[in-house]
């Protein structure tokens, strides 16, 4: 297990119940609605998550009472909107164990996970001068990833390689989709100069052994890029504990708004690496030839910024730290192993991922015997029972599972037993309706 894994045994963690489940549910006006004729059951989070009222409310009170352009206006509604701005870094940065200059803001982990790649790329290119030639690769550097990763932190990589002739290699998985921890000490060697990898598996749910990477990375030298858009809206995460240079992940999957995400990095490699979008709010001086870039977070950040988004993500994170993210990591684990238990019992079903008692965030990954996910989705909709299918961007981890696709049941803190047991009485009954039996 992580260091950031949950630790529900902990007789000091008073874990959450169904009754506190059912208070907390009436923030989430959506779990209101009915779909199809039955109440919604959302095992859809692992896609995005559903937001309390208090975030959007956030956000409607910024446009009525702030809203203006930060960092660049000398008037007091530039001023105010800048304190809220730069106090959501600050809510946000705290929650994840990091400096508030270390957390750059991005539209999601997608755009974190390339500003890297596309910084690299320019590193590589000669740009940002003799600070930012740590970071340049070429001919002989290795770039290592692992056969869990989403396409968000693999498909960059693969792009970066290209554009400068480093290699790409990975760490696979066995037949279970777990990690070949035996293979990583020789697949990472003195040539790898970064080592990017899932802190969660978005499909199977499963917890990386960040420390055994780390330590791994660090003997050689590389640099570490955790991907925590799985981990940080389910498990306590401290960047500084887990001790990698670098984490993205996303504001949508932890009860925040869409079109913001996060990319944290130390601070003294932020401030050495080149920019990877330009234009306005990044400078210190500007001629008709060149450009002198702020320091970080400043530097990534072009643009006028996402500044509604900033604020109801630190909402959202506030909700979070009030229920405790011990608590909300304890209860998955309970949901989790009540679906995975109560799948592994119907015939026909095939549990994705490693065996019982692996350490997991509350998601079930499973196959119907000679049903298409598809179906199986459909049949679940049916019931107003919302689970995401398909390959969820991670076809090379699909394949290594011999599986085109999957149906992947994902819950977060608003999810009670309930809704679990709907769930496994919903798929016995898929099974009964397409006759399968085994
Ligand atoms: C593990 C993982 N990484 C990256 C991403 C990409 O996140 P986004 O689409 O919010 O950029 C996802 C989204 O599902 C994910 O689960």
């Not at 003294?268 to 990044?282: K, N, Q, V």
Request: proline share 4%; glycine share 8%; hydrophobic share 40%.
């Amino acid at each position: 297990m992580s260091s950031a894994s949950p630790q529900p045994q902990d007789a000091h963690i008073e874990r959450l119940d169904d009754l506190e489940i059912s208070r907390l549910r009436a923030d989430f006006p959506i779990l209101e609605r009915s779909i199809n004729g039955s109440a919604l059951i959302y095992l859809d989070s692992g896609a995005t998550s559903q937001k309390p009222s208090c975030v959007y409310e956030a956000e409607q009170h910024y446009y009525e009472s702030f809203n203006a352009a930060v960092h660049r206006g000398a008037h007091s509604l530039a001023v105010e909107a800048t304190d809220i701005f730069e106090q959501a870094r600050s809510t946000v940065s705290n929650f994840i164990g990091a400096n508030e200059n270390e957390l750059v803001w991005t539209s999601n982990a997608t755009e974190a996970l390339n500003l890297i790649t596309y910084s690299f790329a320019n590193a590589s290119a000669g740009l940002g001068g003799e600070a930012a030639k740590r970071f340049a690769l070429g001919e002989g550097d290795e770039i290592v990833v692992t056969e869990l990763e989403h396409h968000a932190n693999l498909i960059p990589w693969q792009e970066l390689a290209a554009r400068t002739g480093a290699t790409l290699k990975y760490i696979p998985v066995d037949e279970h989709g777990a990690l070949r921890m035996d293979l990583a000490e020789q697949i990472i060697s003195a040539r790898t100069r970064v080592l990017a990898f899932t802190h969660v598996s978005n499909v199977l749910g499963s917890i990386t052994d960040v420390s055994a990477l780390v330590a791994l990375a660090r003997n050689v030298g590389a640099l570490t890029v955790l991907d925590g858009c799985q981990s940080v809206p389910h498990l306590p995460v401290d960047v500084k504990k887990l001790d990698v240079d670098f984490m993205a992940f996303s504001g949508h999957k932890m009860l925040g708004p869409t079109g913001i995400g996060g990319l944290y990095g130390r601070s003294e490699l932020l401030d050495a690496m080149p920019p990877f979008l330009t234009g306005g709010s990044m400078i210190t001086s500007v001629t008709m030839e060149k450009a002198e870039f702020l320091p970080a977070p400043m530097r990534f950040e072009a643009g006028t910024q996402r500044i509604s988004q900033a604020h109801g993500l630190a909402t959202a994170v506030s909700y979070l730290e009030e229920v405790g993210m011990d608590r909300v990591a304890a209860w998955e684990e309970h949901l989790g192993e009540r679906m995975l238990t109560g799948l592994r019992q119907i015939p026909g079903i095939r549990v994705l991922g490693p065996e019982a008692g692996a350490a997991r965030i509350g998601t079930a990954p499973f196959t119907v015997d000679g049903v298409h996910p598809h179906d199986v989705g459909q049949f679940l909709d049916a019931r107003g029972i919302a689970v995401r299918v398909g390959h969820h961007c991670a076809q090379p981890l699909h394949r290594a599972l011999g599986v085109n696709a999957s149906t992947r049941a994902s819950t977060y803190l608003y999810n009670t037993t309930s809704d679990i047991d709907a769930l496994l009485n919903a798929v016995a009954d898929v099974c009964g309706y397409f006759g399968v039996s085994k």
